[in-house]
């Protein structure tokens, strides 16, 4: 394909049949025990690895955990490029990707939260198709018109030390702030991390609070990914096997931080969920967050924990069986209820989620100037999201409403 063109546009039926897959599966080493960091050099050398960039934020760089890595990984390090930021951005993706040029690398590490991947992910892609970062990003025009970009050229090994539970690391997607403050969404099955270290004992020192935010992050992939117009029968399995898991140790986790079983639990439903929007992706909520984020500078696992509720009331009316099977799988008995019933009490039991995991509830409380809604709503209209969403959204006010409620 001509460099720069729209790809072809994806087009789905109204309602995909319940059993068909259209399902890629990216190749995946993934550790998670205590003390899993320390296995990093055998995994990389099995890969064949030996110059490596290793890709953080300035906070990051001075946490433990990001010593550890440091400390396991030695002389495979050629470089740190340090200078990621929340939602990331388009230019420091071009720095990050000029360090890499300099250094001669042959895979790329990334150690922190979502942007950390994100960042890297992206690096790979200018690396892979040069020109800028943004060239690359997909299109959405609403109400139903979506142009996947097609990326061709192999891409640098990525290795993902996650130290919040966003999942960013499991999916072969990811997106960049530019400078109007548009989140840009990319997708290339070769980017999916090749290894995947996740140890619960160094994740004891992540603060208990983030990785309770990031966790619902965690939740709502597996509650989208229930309704997606993409789902199948594997990403439905995986989702309610990832709210489970999260339903339990999310609260258990913020009753006691430093239990580490706490921590291998989120951090298990975590990956869980990347696994589910690797193939399902998500709807109308990410499309909201992503835009909350970008514009409204909310972290994602803030924007996330609040307006989850919102989202899937939204949804309701058209999703209603996969939100009653949300709240069979949240411990609720649904056998005597209707499904509308059965759907208000999975609403419900996220409620009671939110309220025990102690994340925010309202986005009066986050410092979001409440004057932004409009253009926020307006945004969210170009959204790949809205595109997977079971329910069709036709205008921005629609959007806007959802935002006022979750004020
Ligand atoms: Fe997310």
Redesign the pocket.
Known sequence: MEKGKPSSEMALPDVMPSHWIDYTSPAQTVILKPGAIAQMPAAIRAIGLERLLLVCGANTRKSAVYSLVRDALGDLVADSYDQVVEHSGTELVMAGADSARRASIDGLVAVGG?SASDTAKAIAIVLAEGGDISEHASTFIPPDKFYPKELHQPKLPVIAVPTTA??AEVTPGLGIRNDAGRKLLFWDVKLATRLIILDPTANVHVPASLMASTAM?AF??CAEGLYSRLRNPISEGLALQGIGILNESIPAMVAEPSTVDHRSGVLAGAHISGLVISNAR?GIH?AV?HCLGAHGSLS?GTA?SIMLPHALRYNREVAAKQLGKLAEAMGVDTRTMAPREAADAGIDAVCRLQERAKVPRRLRDTGLDKALLPEIAEQTMGDRGLFFNPRKTASARQVEQLLEEAW
């Open positions: 979502g966003s999942a992050n709502a992939h998500v990410h967050c994602h996330n």
